[in-house]
């Protein structure tokens, strides 16, 4: 009886990795890593395809609402409030919740307007004004503090939730949850063969895809890492653990207070041509002029009172470095400062936070942001396809991405297994979406490895009874 012989490869073996402390946890940071980024990585593909877009969005916008955007250099500048007459007589539905003037010369003054028919409840309004003639330049629909218009806000959607509203945020906060850990893993894999790699230079198929794989995964594991941590600090579940814990530390973003001292105010400035509605009138240029006695530079935002017993807040909205966070309230009444909020006083969590998220998003640092976050989403892509096409080169003849050896666990000295368990427990508790999936792929795993045990056992016997028959055959013969 002959042995058939194994189907010829063009790479050699991989030595095998000299033992160490870290050893036992290789094979299960490996069975780890594969079945996460095979099961996961088409979440993460869509996260990194729509991230692209999104960080591609910014400069786009430019140019498709240059019109609305900018307007011809003027050395005359009108009073606010005058700006925001003219966007009421064009735009008389719905109500003022912010105003943004012109930041520079040559743009375009901003007003929101909030409960107009036709436009998102979630979504303002943006009126856009000339600030030195007052001619209304058209009007988009915005949405978030950045102020996104429809470009930017639909690929904002399409990466936060696919369009689908609060169900679609799952597939992101997953994303996030496993993005690190599947980079974490990588990382002990690669650095636990980088000599072994290296014996291997110059060789094809999958040893050279496997070297491409894990090179790009290390020169962008600090990125990746990055996105994972922010993107989880906005998610549904785990974001409001990591608000939990942050208010526990006292490092909770601070509010400045928009009540007025003393009650109601009378109301004077605050009148416009508009019924009486606080975002229009003198109000607005006196709330702003207190605001730059402050040393609130452009660009700022100017939110009118809510009620009767508000004040304006005057806060600026400049989210590139460097930062401009300061916020200021005004008495309608009397056009006094009542409160202020500085961006320097904020807790040390609470402003890492905000440049973290403004990170994440490609404001921070602008046009080098956003390339640098395209270039992390290119490189993702790169190593989903790698990935899989690694798995496909793992199959052997009609093996067709061939799985992982079990027995992972049993390899691991209870000394490593136990406080590993443990963490794993902890962390999956405070990232739920991390901790339900590798929950579900442990009992899955478990359950299969029973049967293949189950189905191990019945086989030898039946192999050793074959055998028995045709050594009595050849005996025979």
Do not use: C
């Amino acid at each position: 009886m002959s042995t058939a012989p194994s189907p010829a490869t063009d790479e050699a073996p991989a030595p095998a990795p000299s033992p160490g402390r870290r050893s036992p946890l290789r094979p299960l940071v490996l069975r780890l890593h594969f079945y996460a980024g095979l099961l996961v990585a088409p979440f993460l593909l869509v996260a990194a395809v729509s991230g692209l877009l999104y960080a591609g969005s910014f400069q786009a916008e430019k140019y498709v609402y240059a019109h609305e955007l900018t307007a011809p250099e003027s050395h005359r500048r009108l009073p606010v409030s005058a700006q925001v007459a003219a966007a009421r007589e064009a735009h008389p539905e719905g109500t003022v919740t912010g105003v943004r003037p012109a930041p520079g010369p040559g743009t375009t003054t901003r007003v929101m307007l909030s409960g107009v028919p036709g436009v998102d409840p979630d979504h303002t309004l943006a009126v856009f004004v000339d600030p030195g003639t007052g001619q209304v330049r058209g009007s988009l629909e915005q949405y978030g503090s950045t102020g996104a218009l429809p470009l930017r806000t639909w690929t904002d959607e399409l990466h936060r939730d696919l369009h689908l509203g609060d169900t679609g945020r799952l597939y992101s906060e997953l994303a996030a949850s496993w993005l690190w850990v599947v980079t974490g893993g990588g990382l002990v894999l690669w650095f636990s063969r980088r000599r072994a790699l290296r014996r291997v230079r110059g060789t094809r198929g999958r040893r050279r895809t496997l070297g491409l794989h894990g090179t790009v995964g290390v020169w962008t594991a600090v990125g990746f890492l990055f996105l994972s941590a922010t993107g989880l600090t906005w998610s549904t579940y785990a974001g409001a653990h990591i608000d939990d814990l942050r208010t526990s530390l006292g490092q909770a973003t601070p509010a400045l207070s928009a009540a007025v001292p003393g009650g109601e105010h009378t109301g004077h400035g605050t009148a416009g041509g508009t019924g009486g509605d606080a975002g229009s009138g003198a109000g607005l240029d006196r709330a702003l002029a207190a605001a730059r006695a402050k040393g609130l530079g452009d660009p700022v935002e100017i939110v009118p009172p809510a009620d009767a017993r508000s004040a304006y807040v005057v806060r600026q909205v400049q989210r590139s470095w460097p930062e401009k966070q300061d916020a200021v309230a005004v008495d309608p009444a009397t056009g006094e400062v009542t409160g202020e909020l500085r961006f320097a006083d904020y807790p040390v969590l609470a402003r890492l936070t905000r440049w973290g998220i403004d990170l994440h998003t490609g404001v921070l640092f602008g046009l080098a942001n956003q390339i640098a976050l395209a270039l992390l989403a290119l490189a993702l892509v790169l190593l989903i396809v790698w990935g899989y096409r690694m798995w496909w080169q793992r199959g052997r003849g009609s093996a067709f991405g061939r799985p992982l050896p079990r027995g992972s666990w049993a390899q691991v000295p209870p000394y490593l297994l136990v406080p590993a368990l443990a963490v794993i427990a902890t962390t999956g508790y405070f990232v739920p979406l991390l901790g339900i999936p590798l929950a579900a792929f442990v009992a899955v795993d478990v359950v299969l490895g029973e049967i293949a045990h189950r189905r191990g056992r019945r086989t030898p016997g039946n192999a050793d009874a074959d055998t028995s028959a045709a050594s009595g055959a050849a005996g025979a013969g």
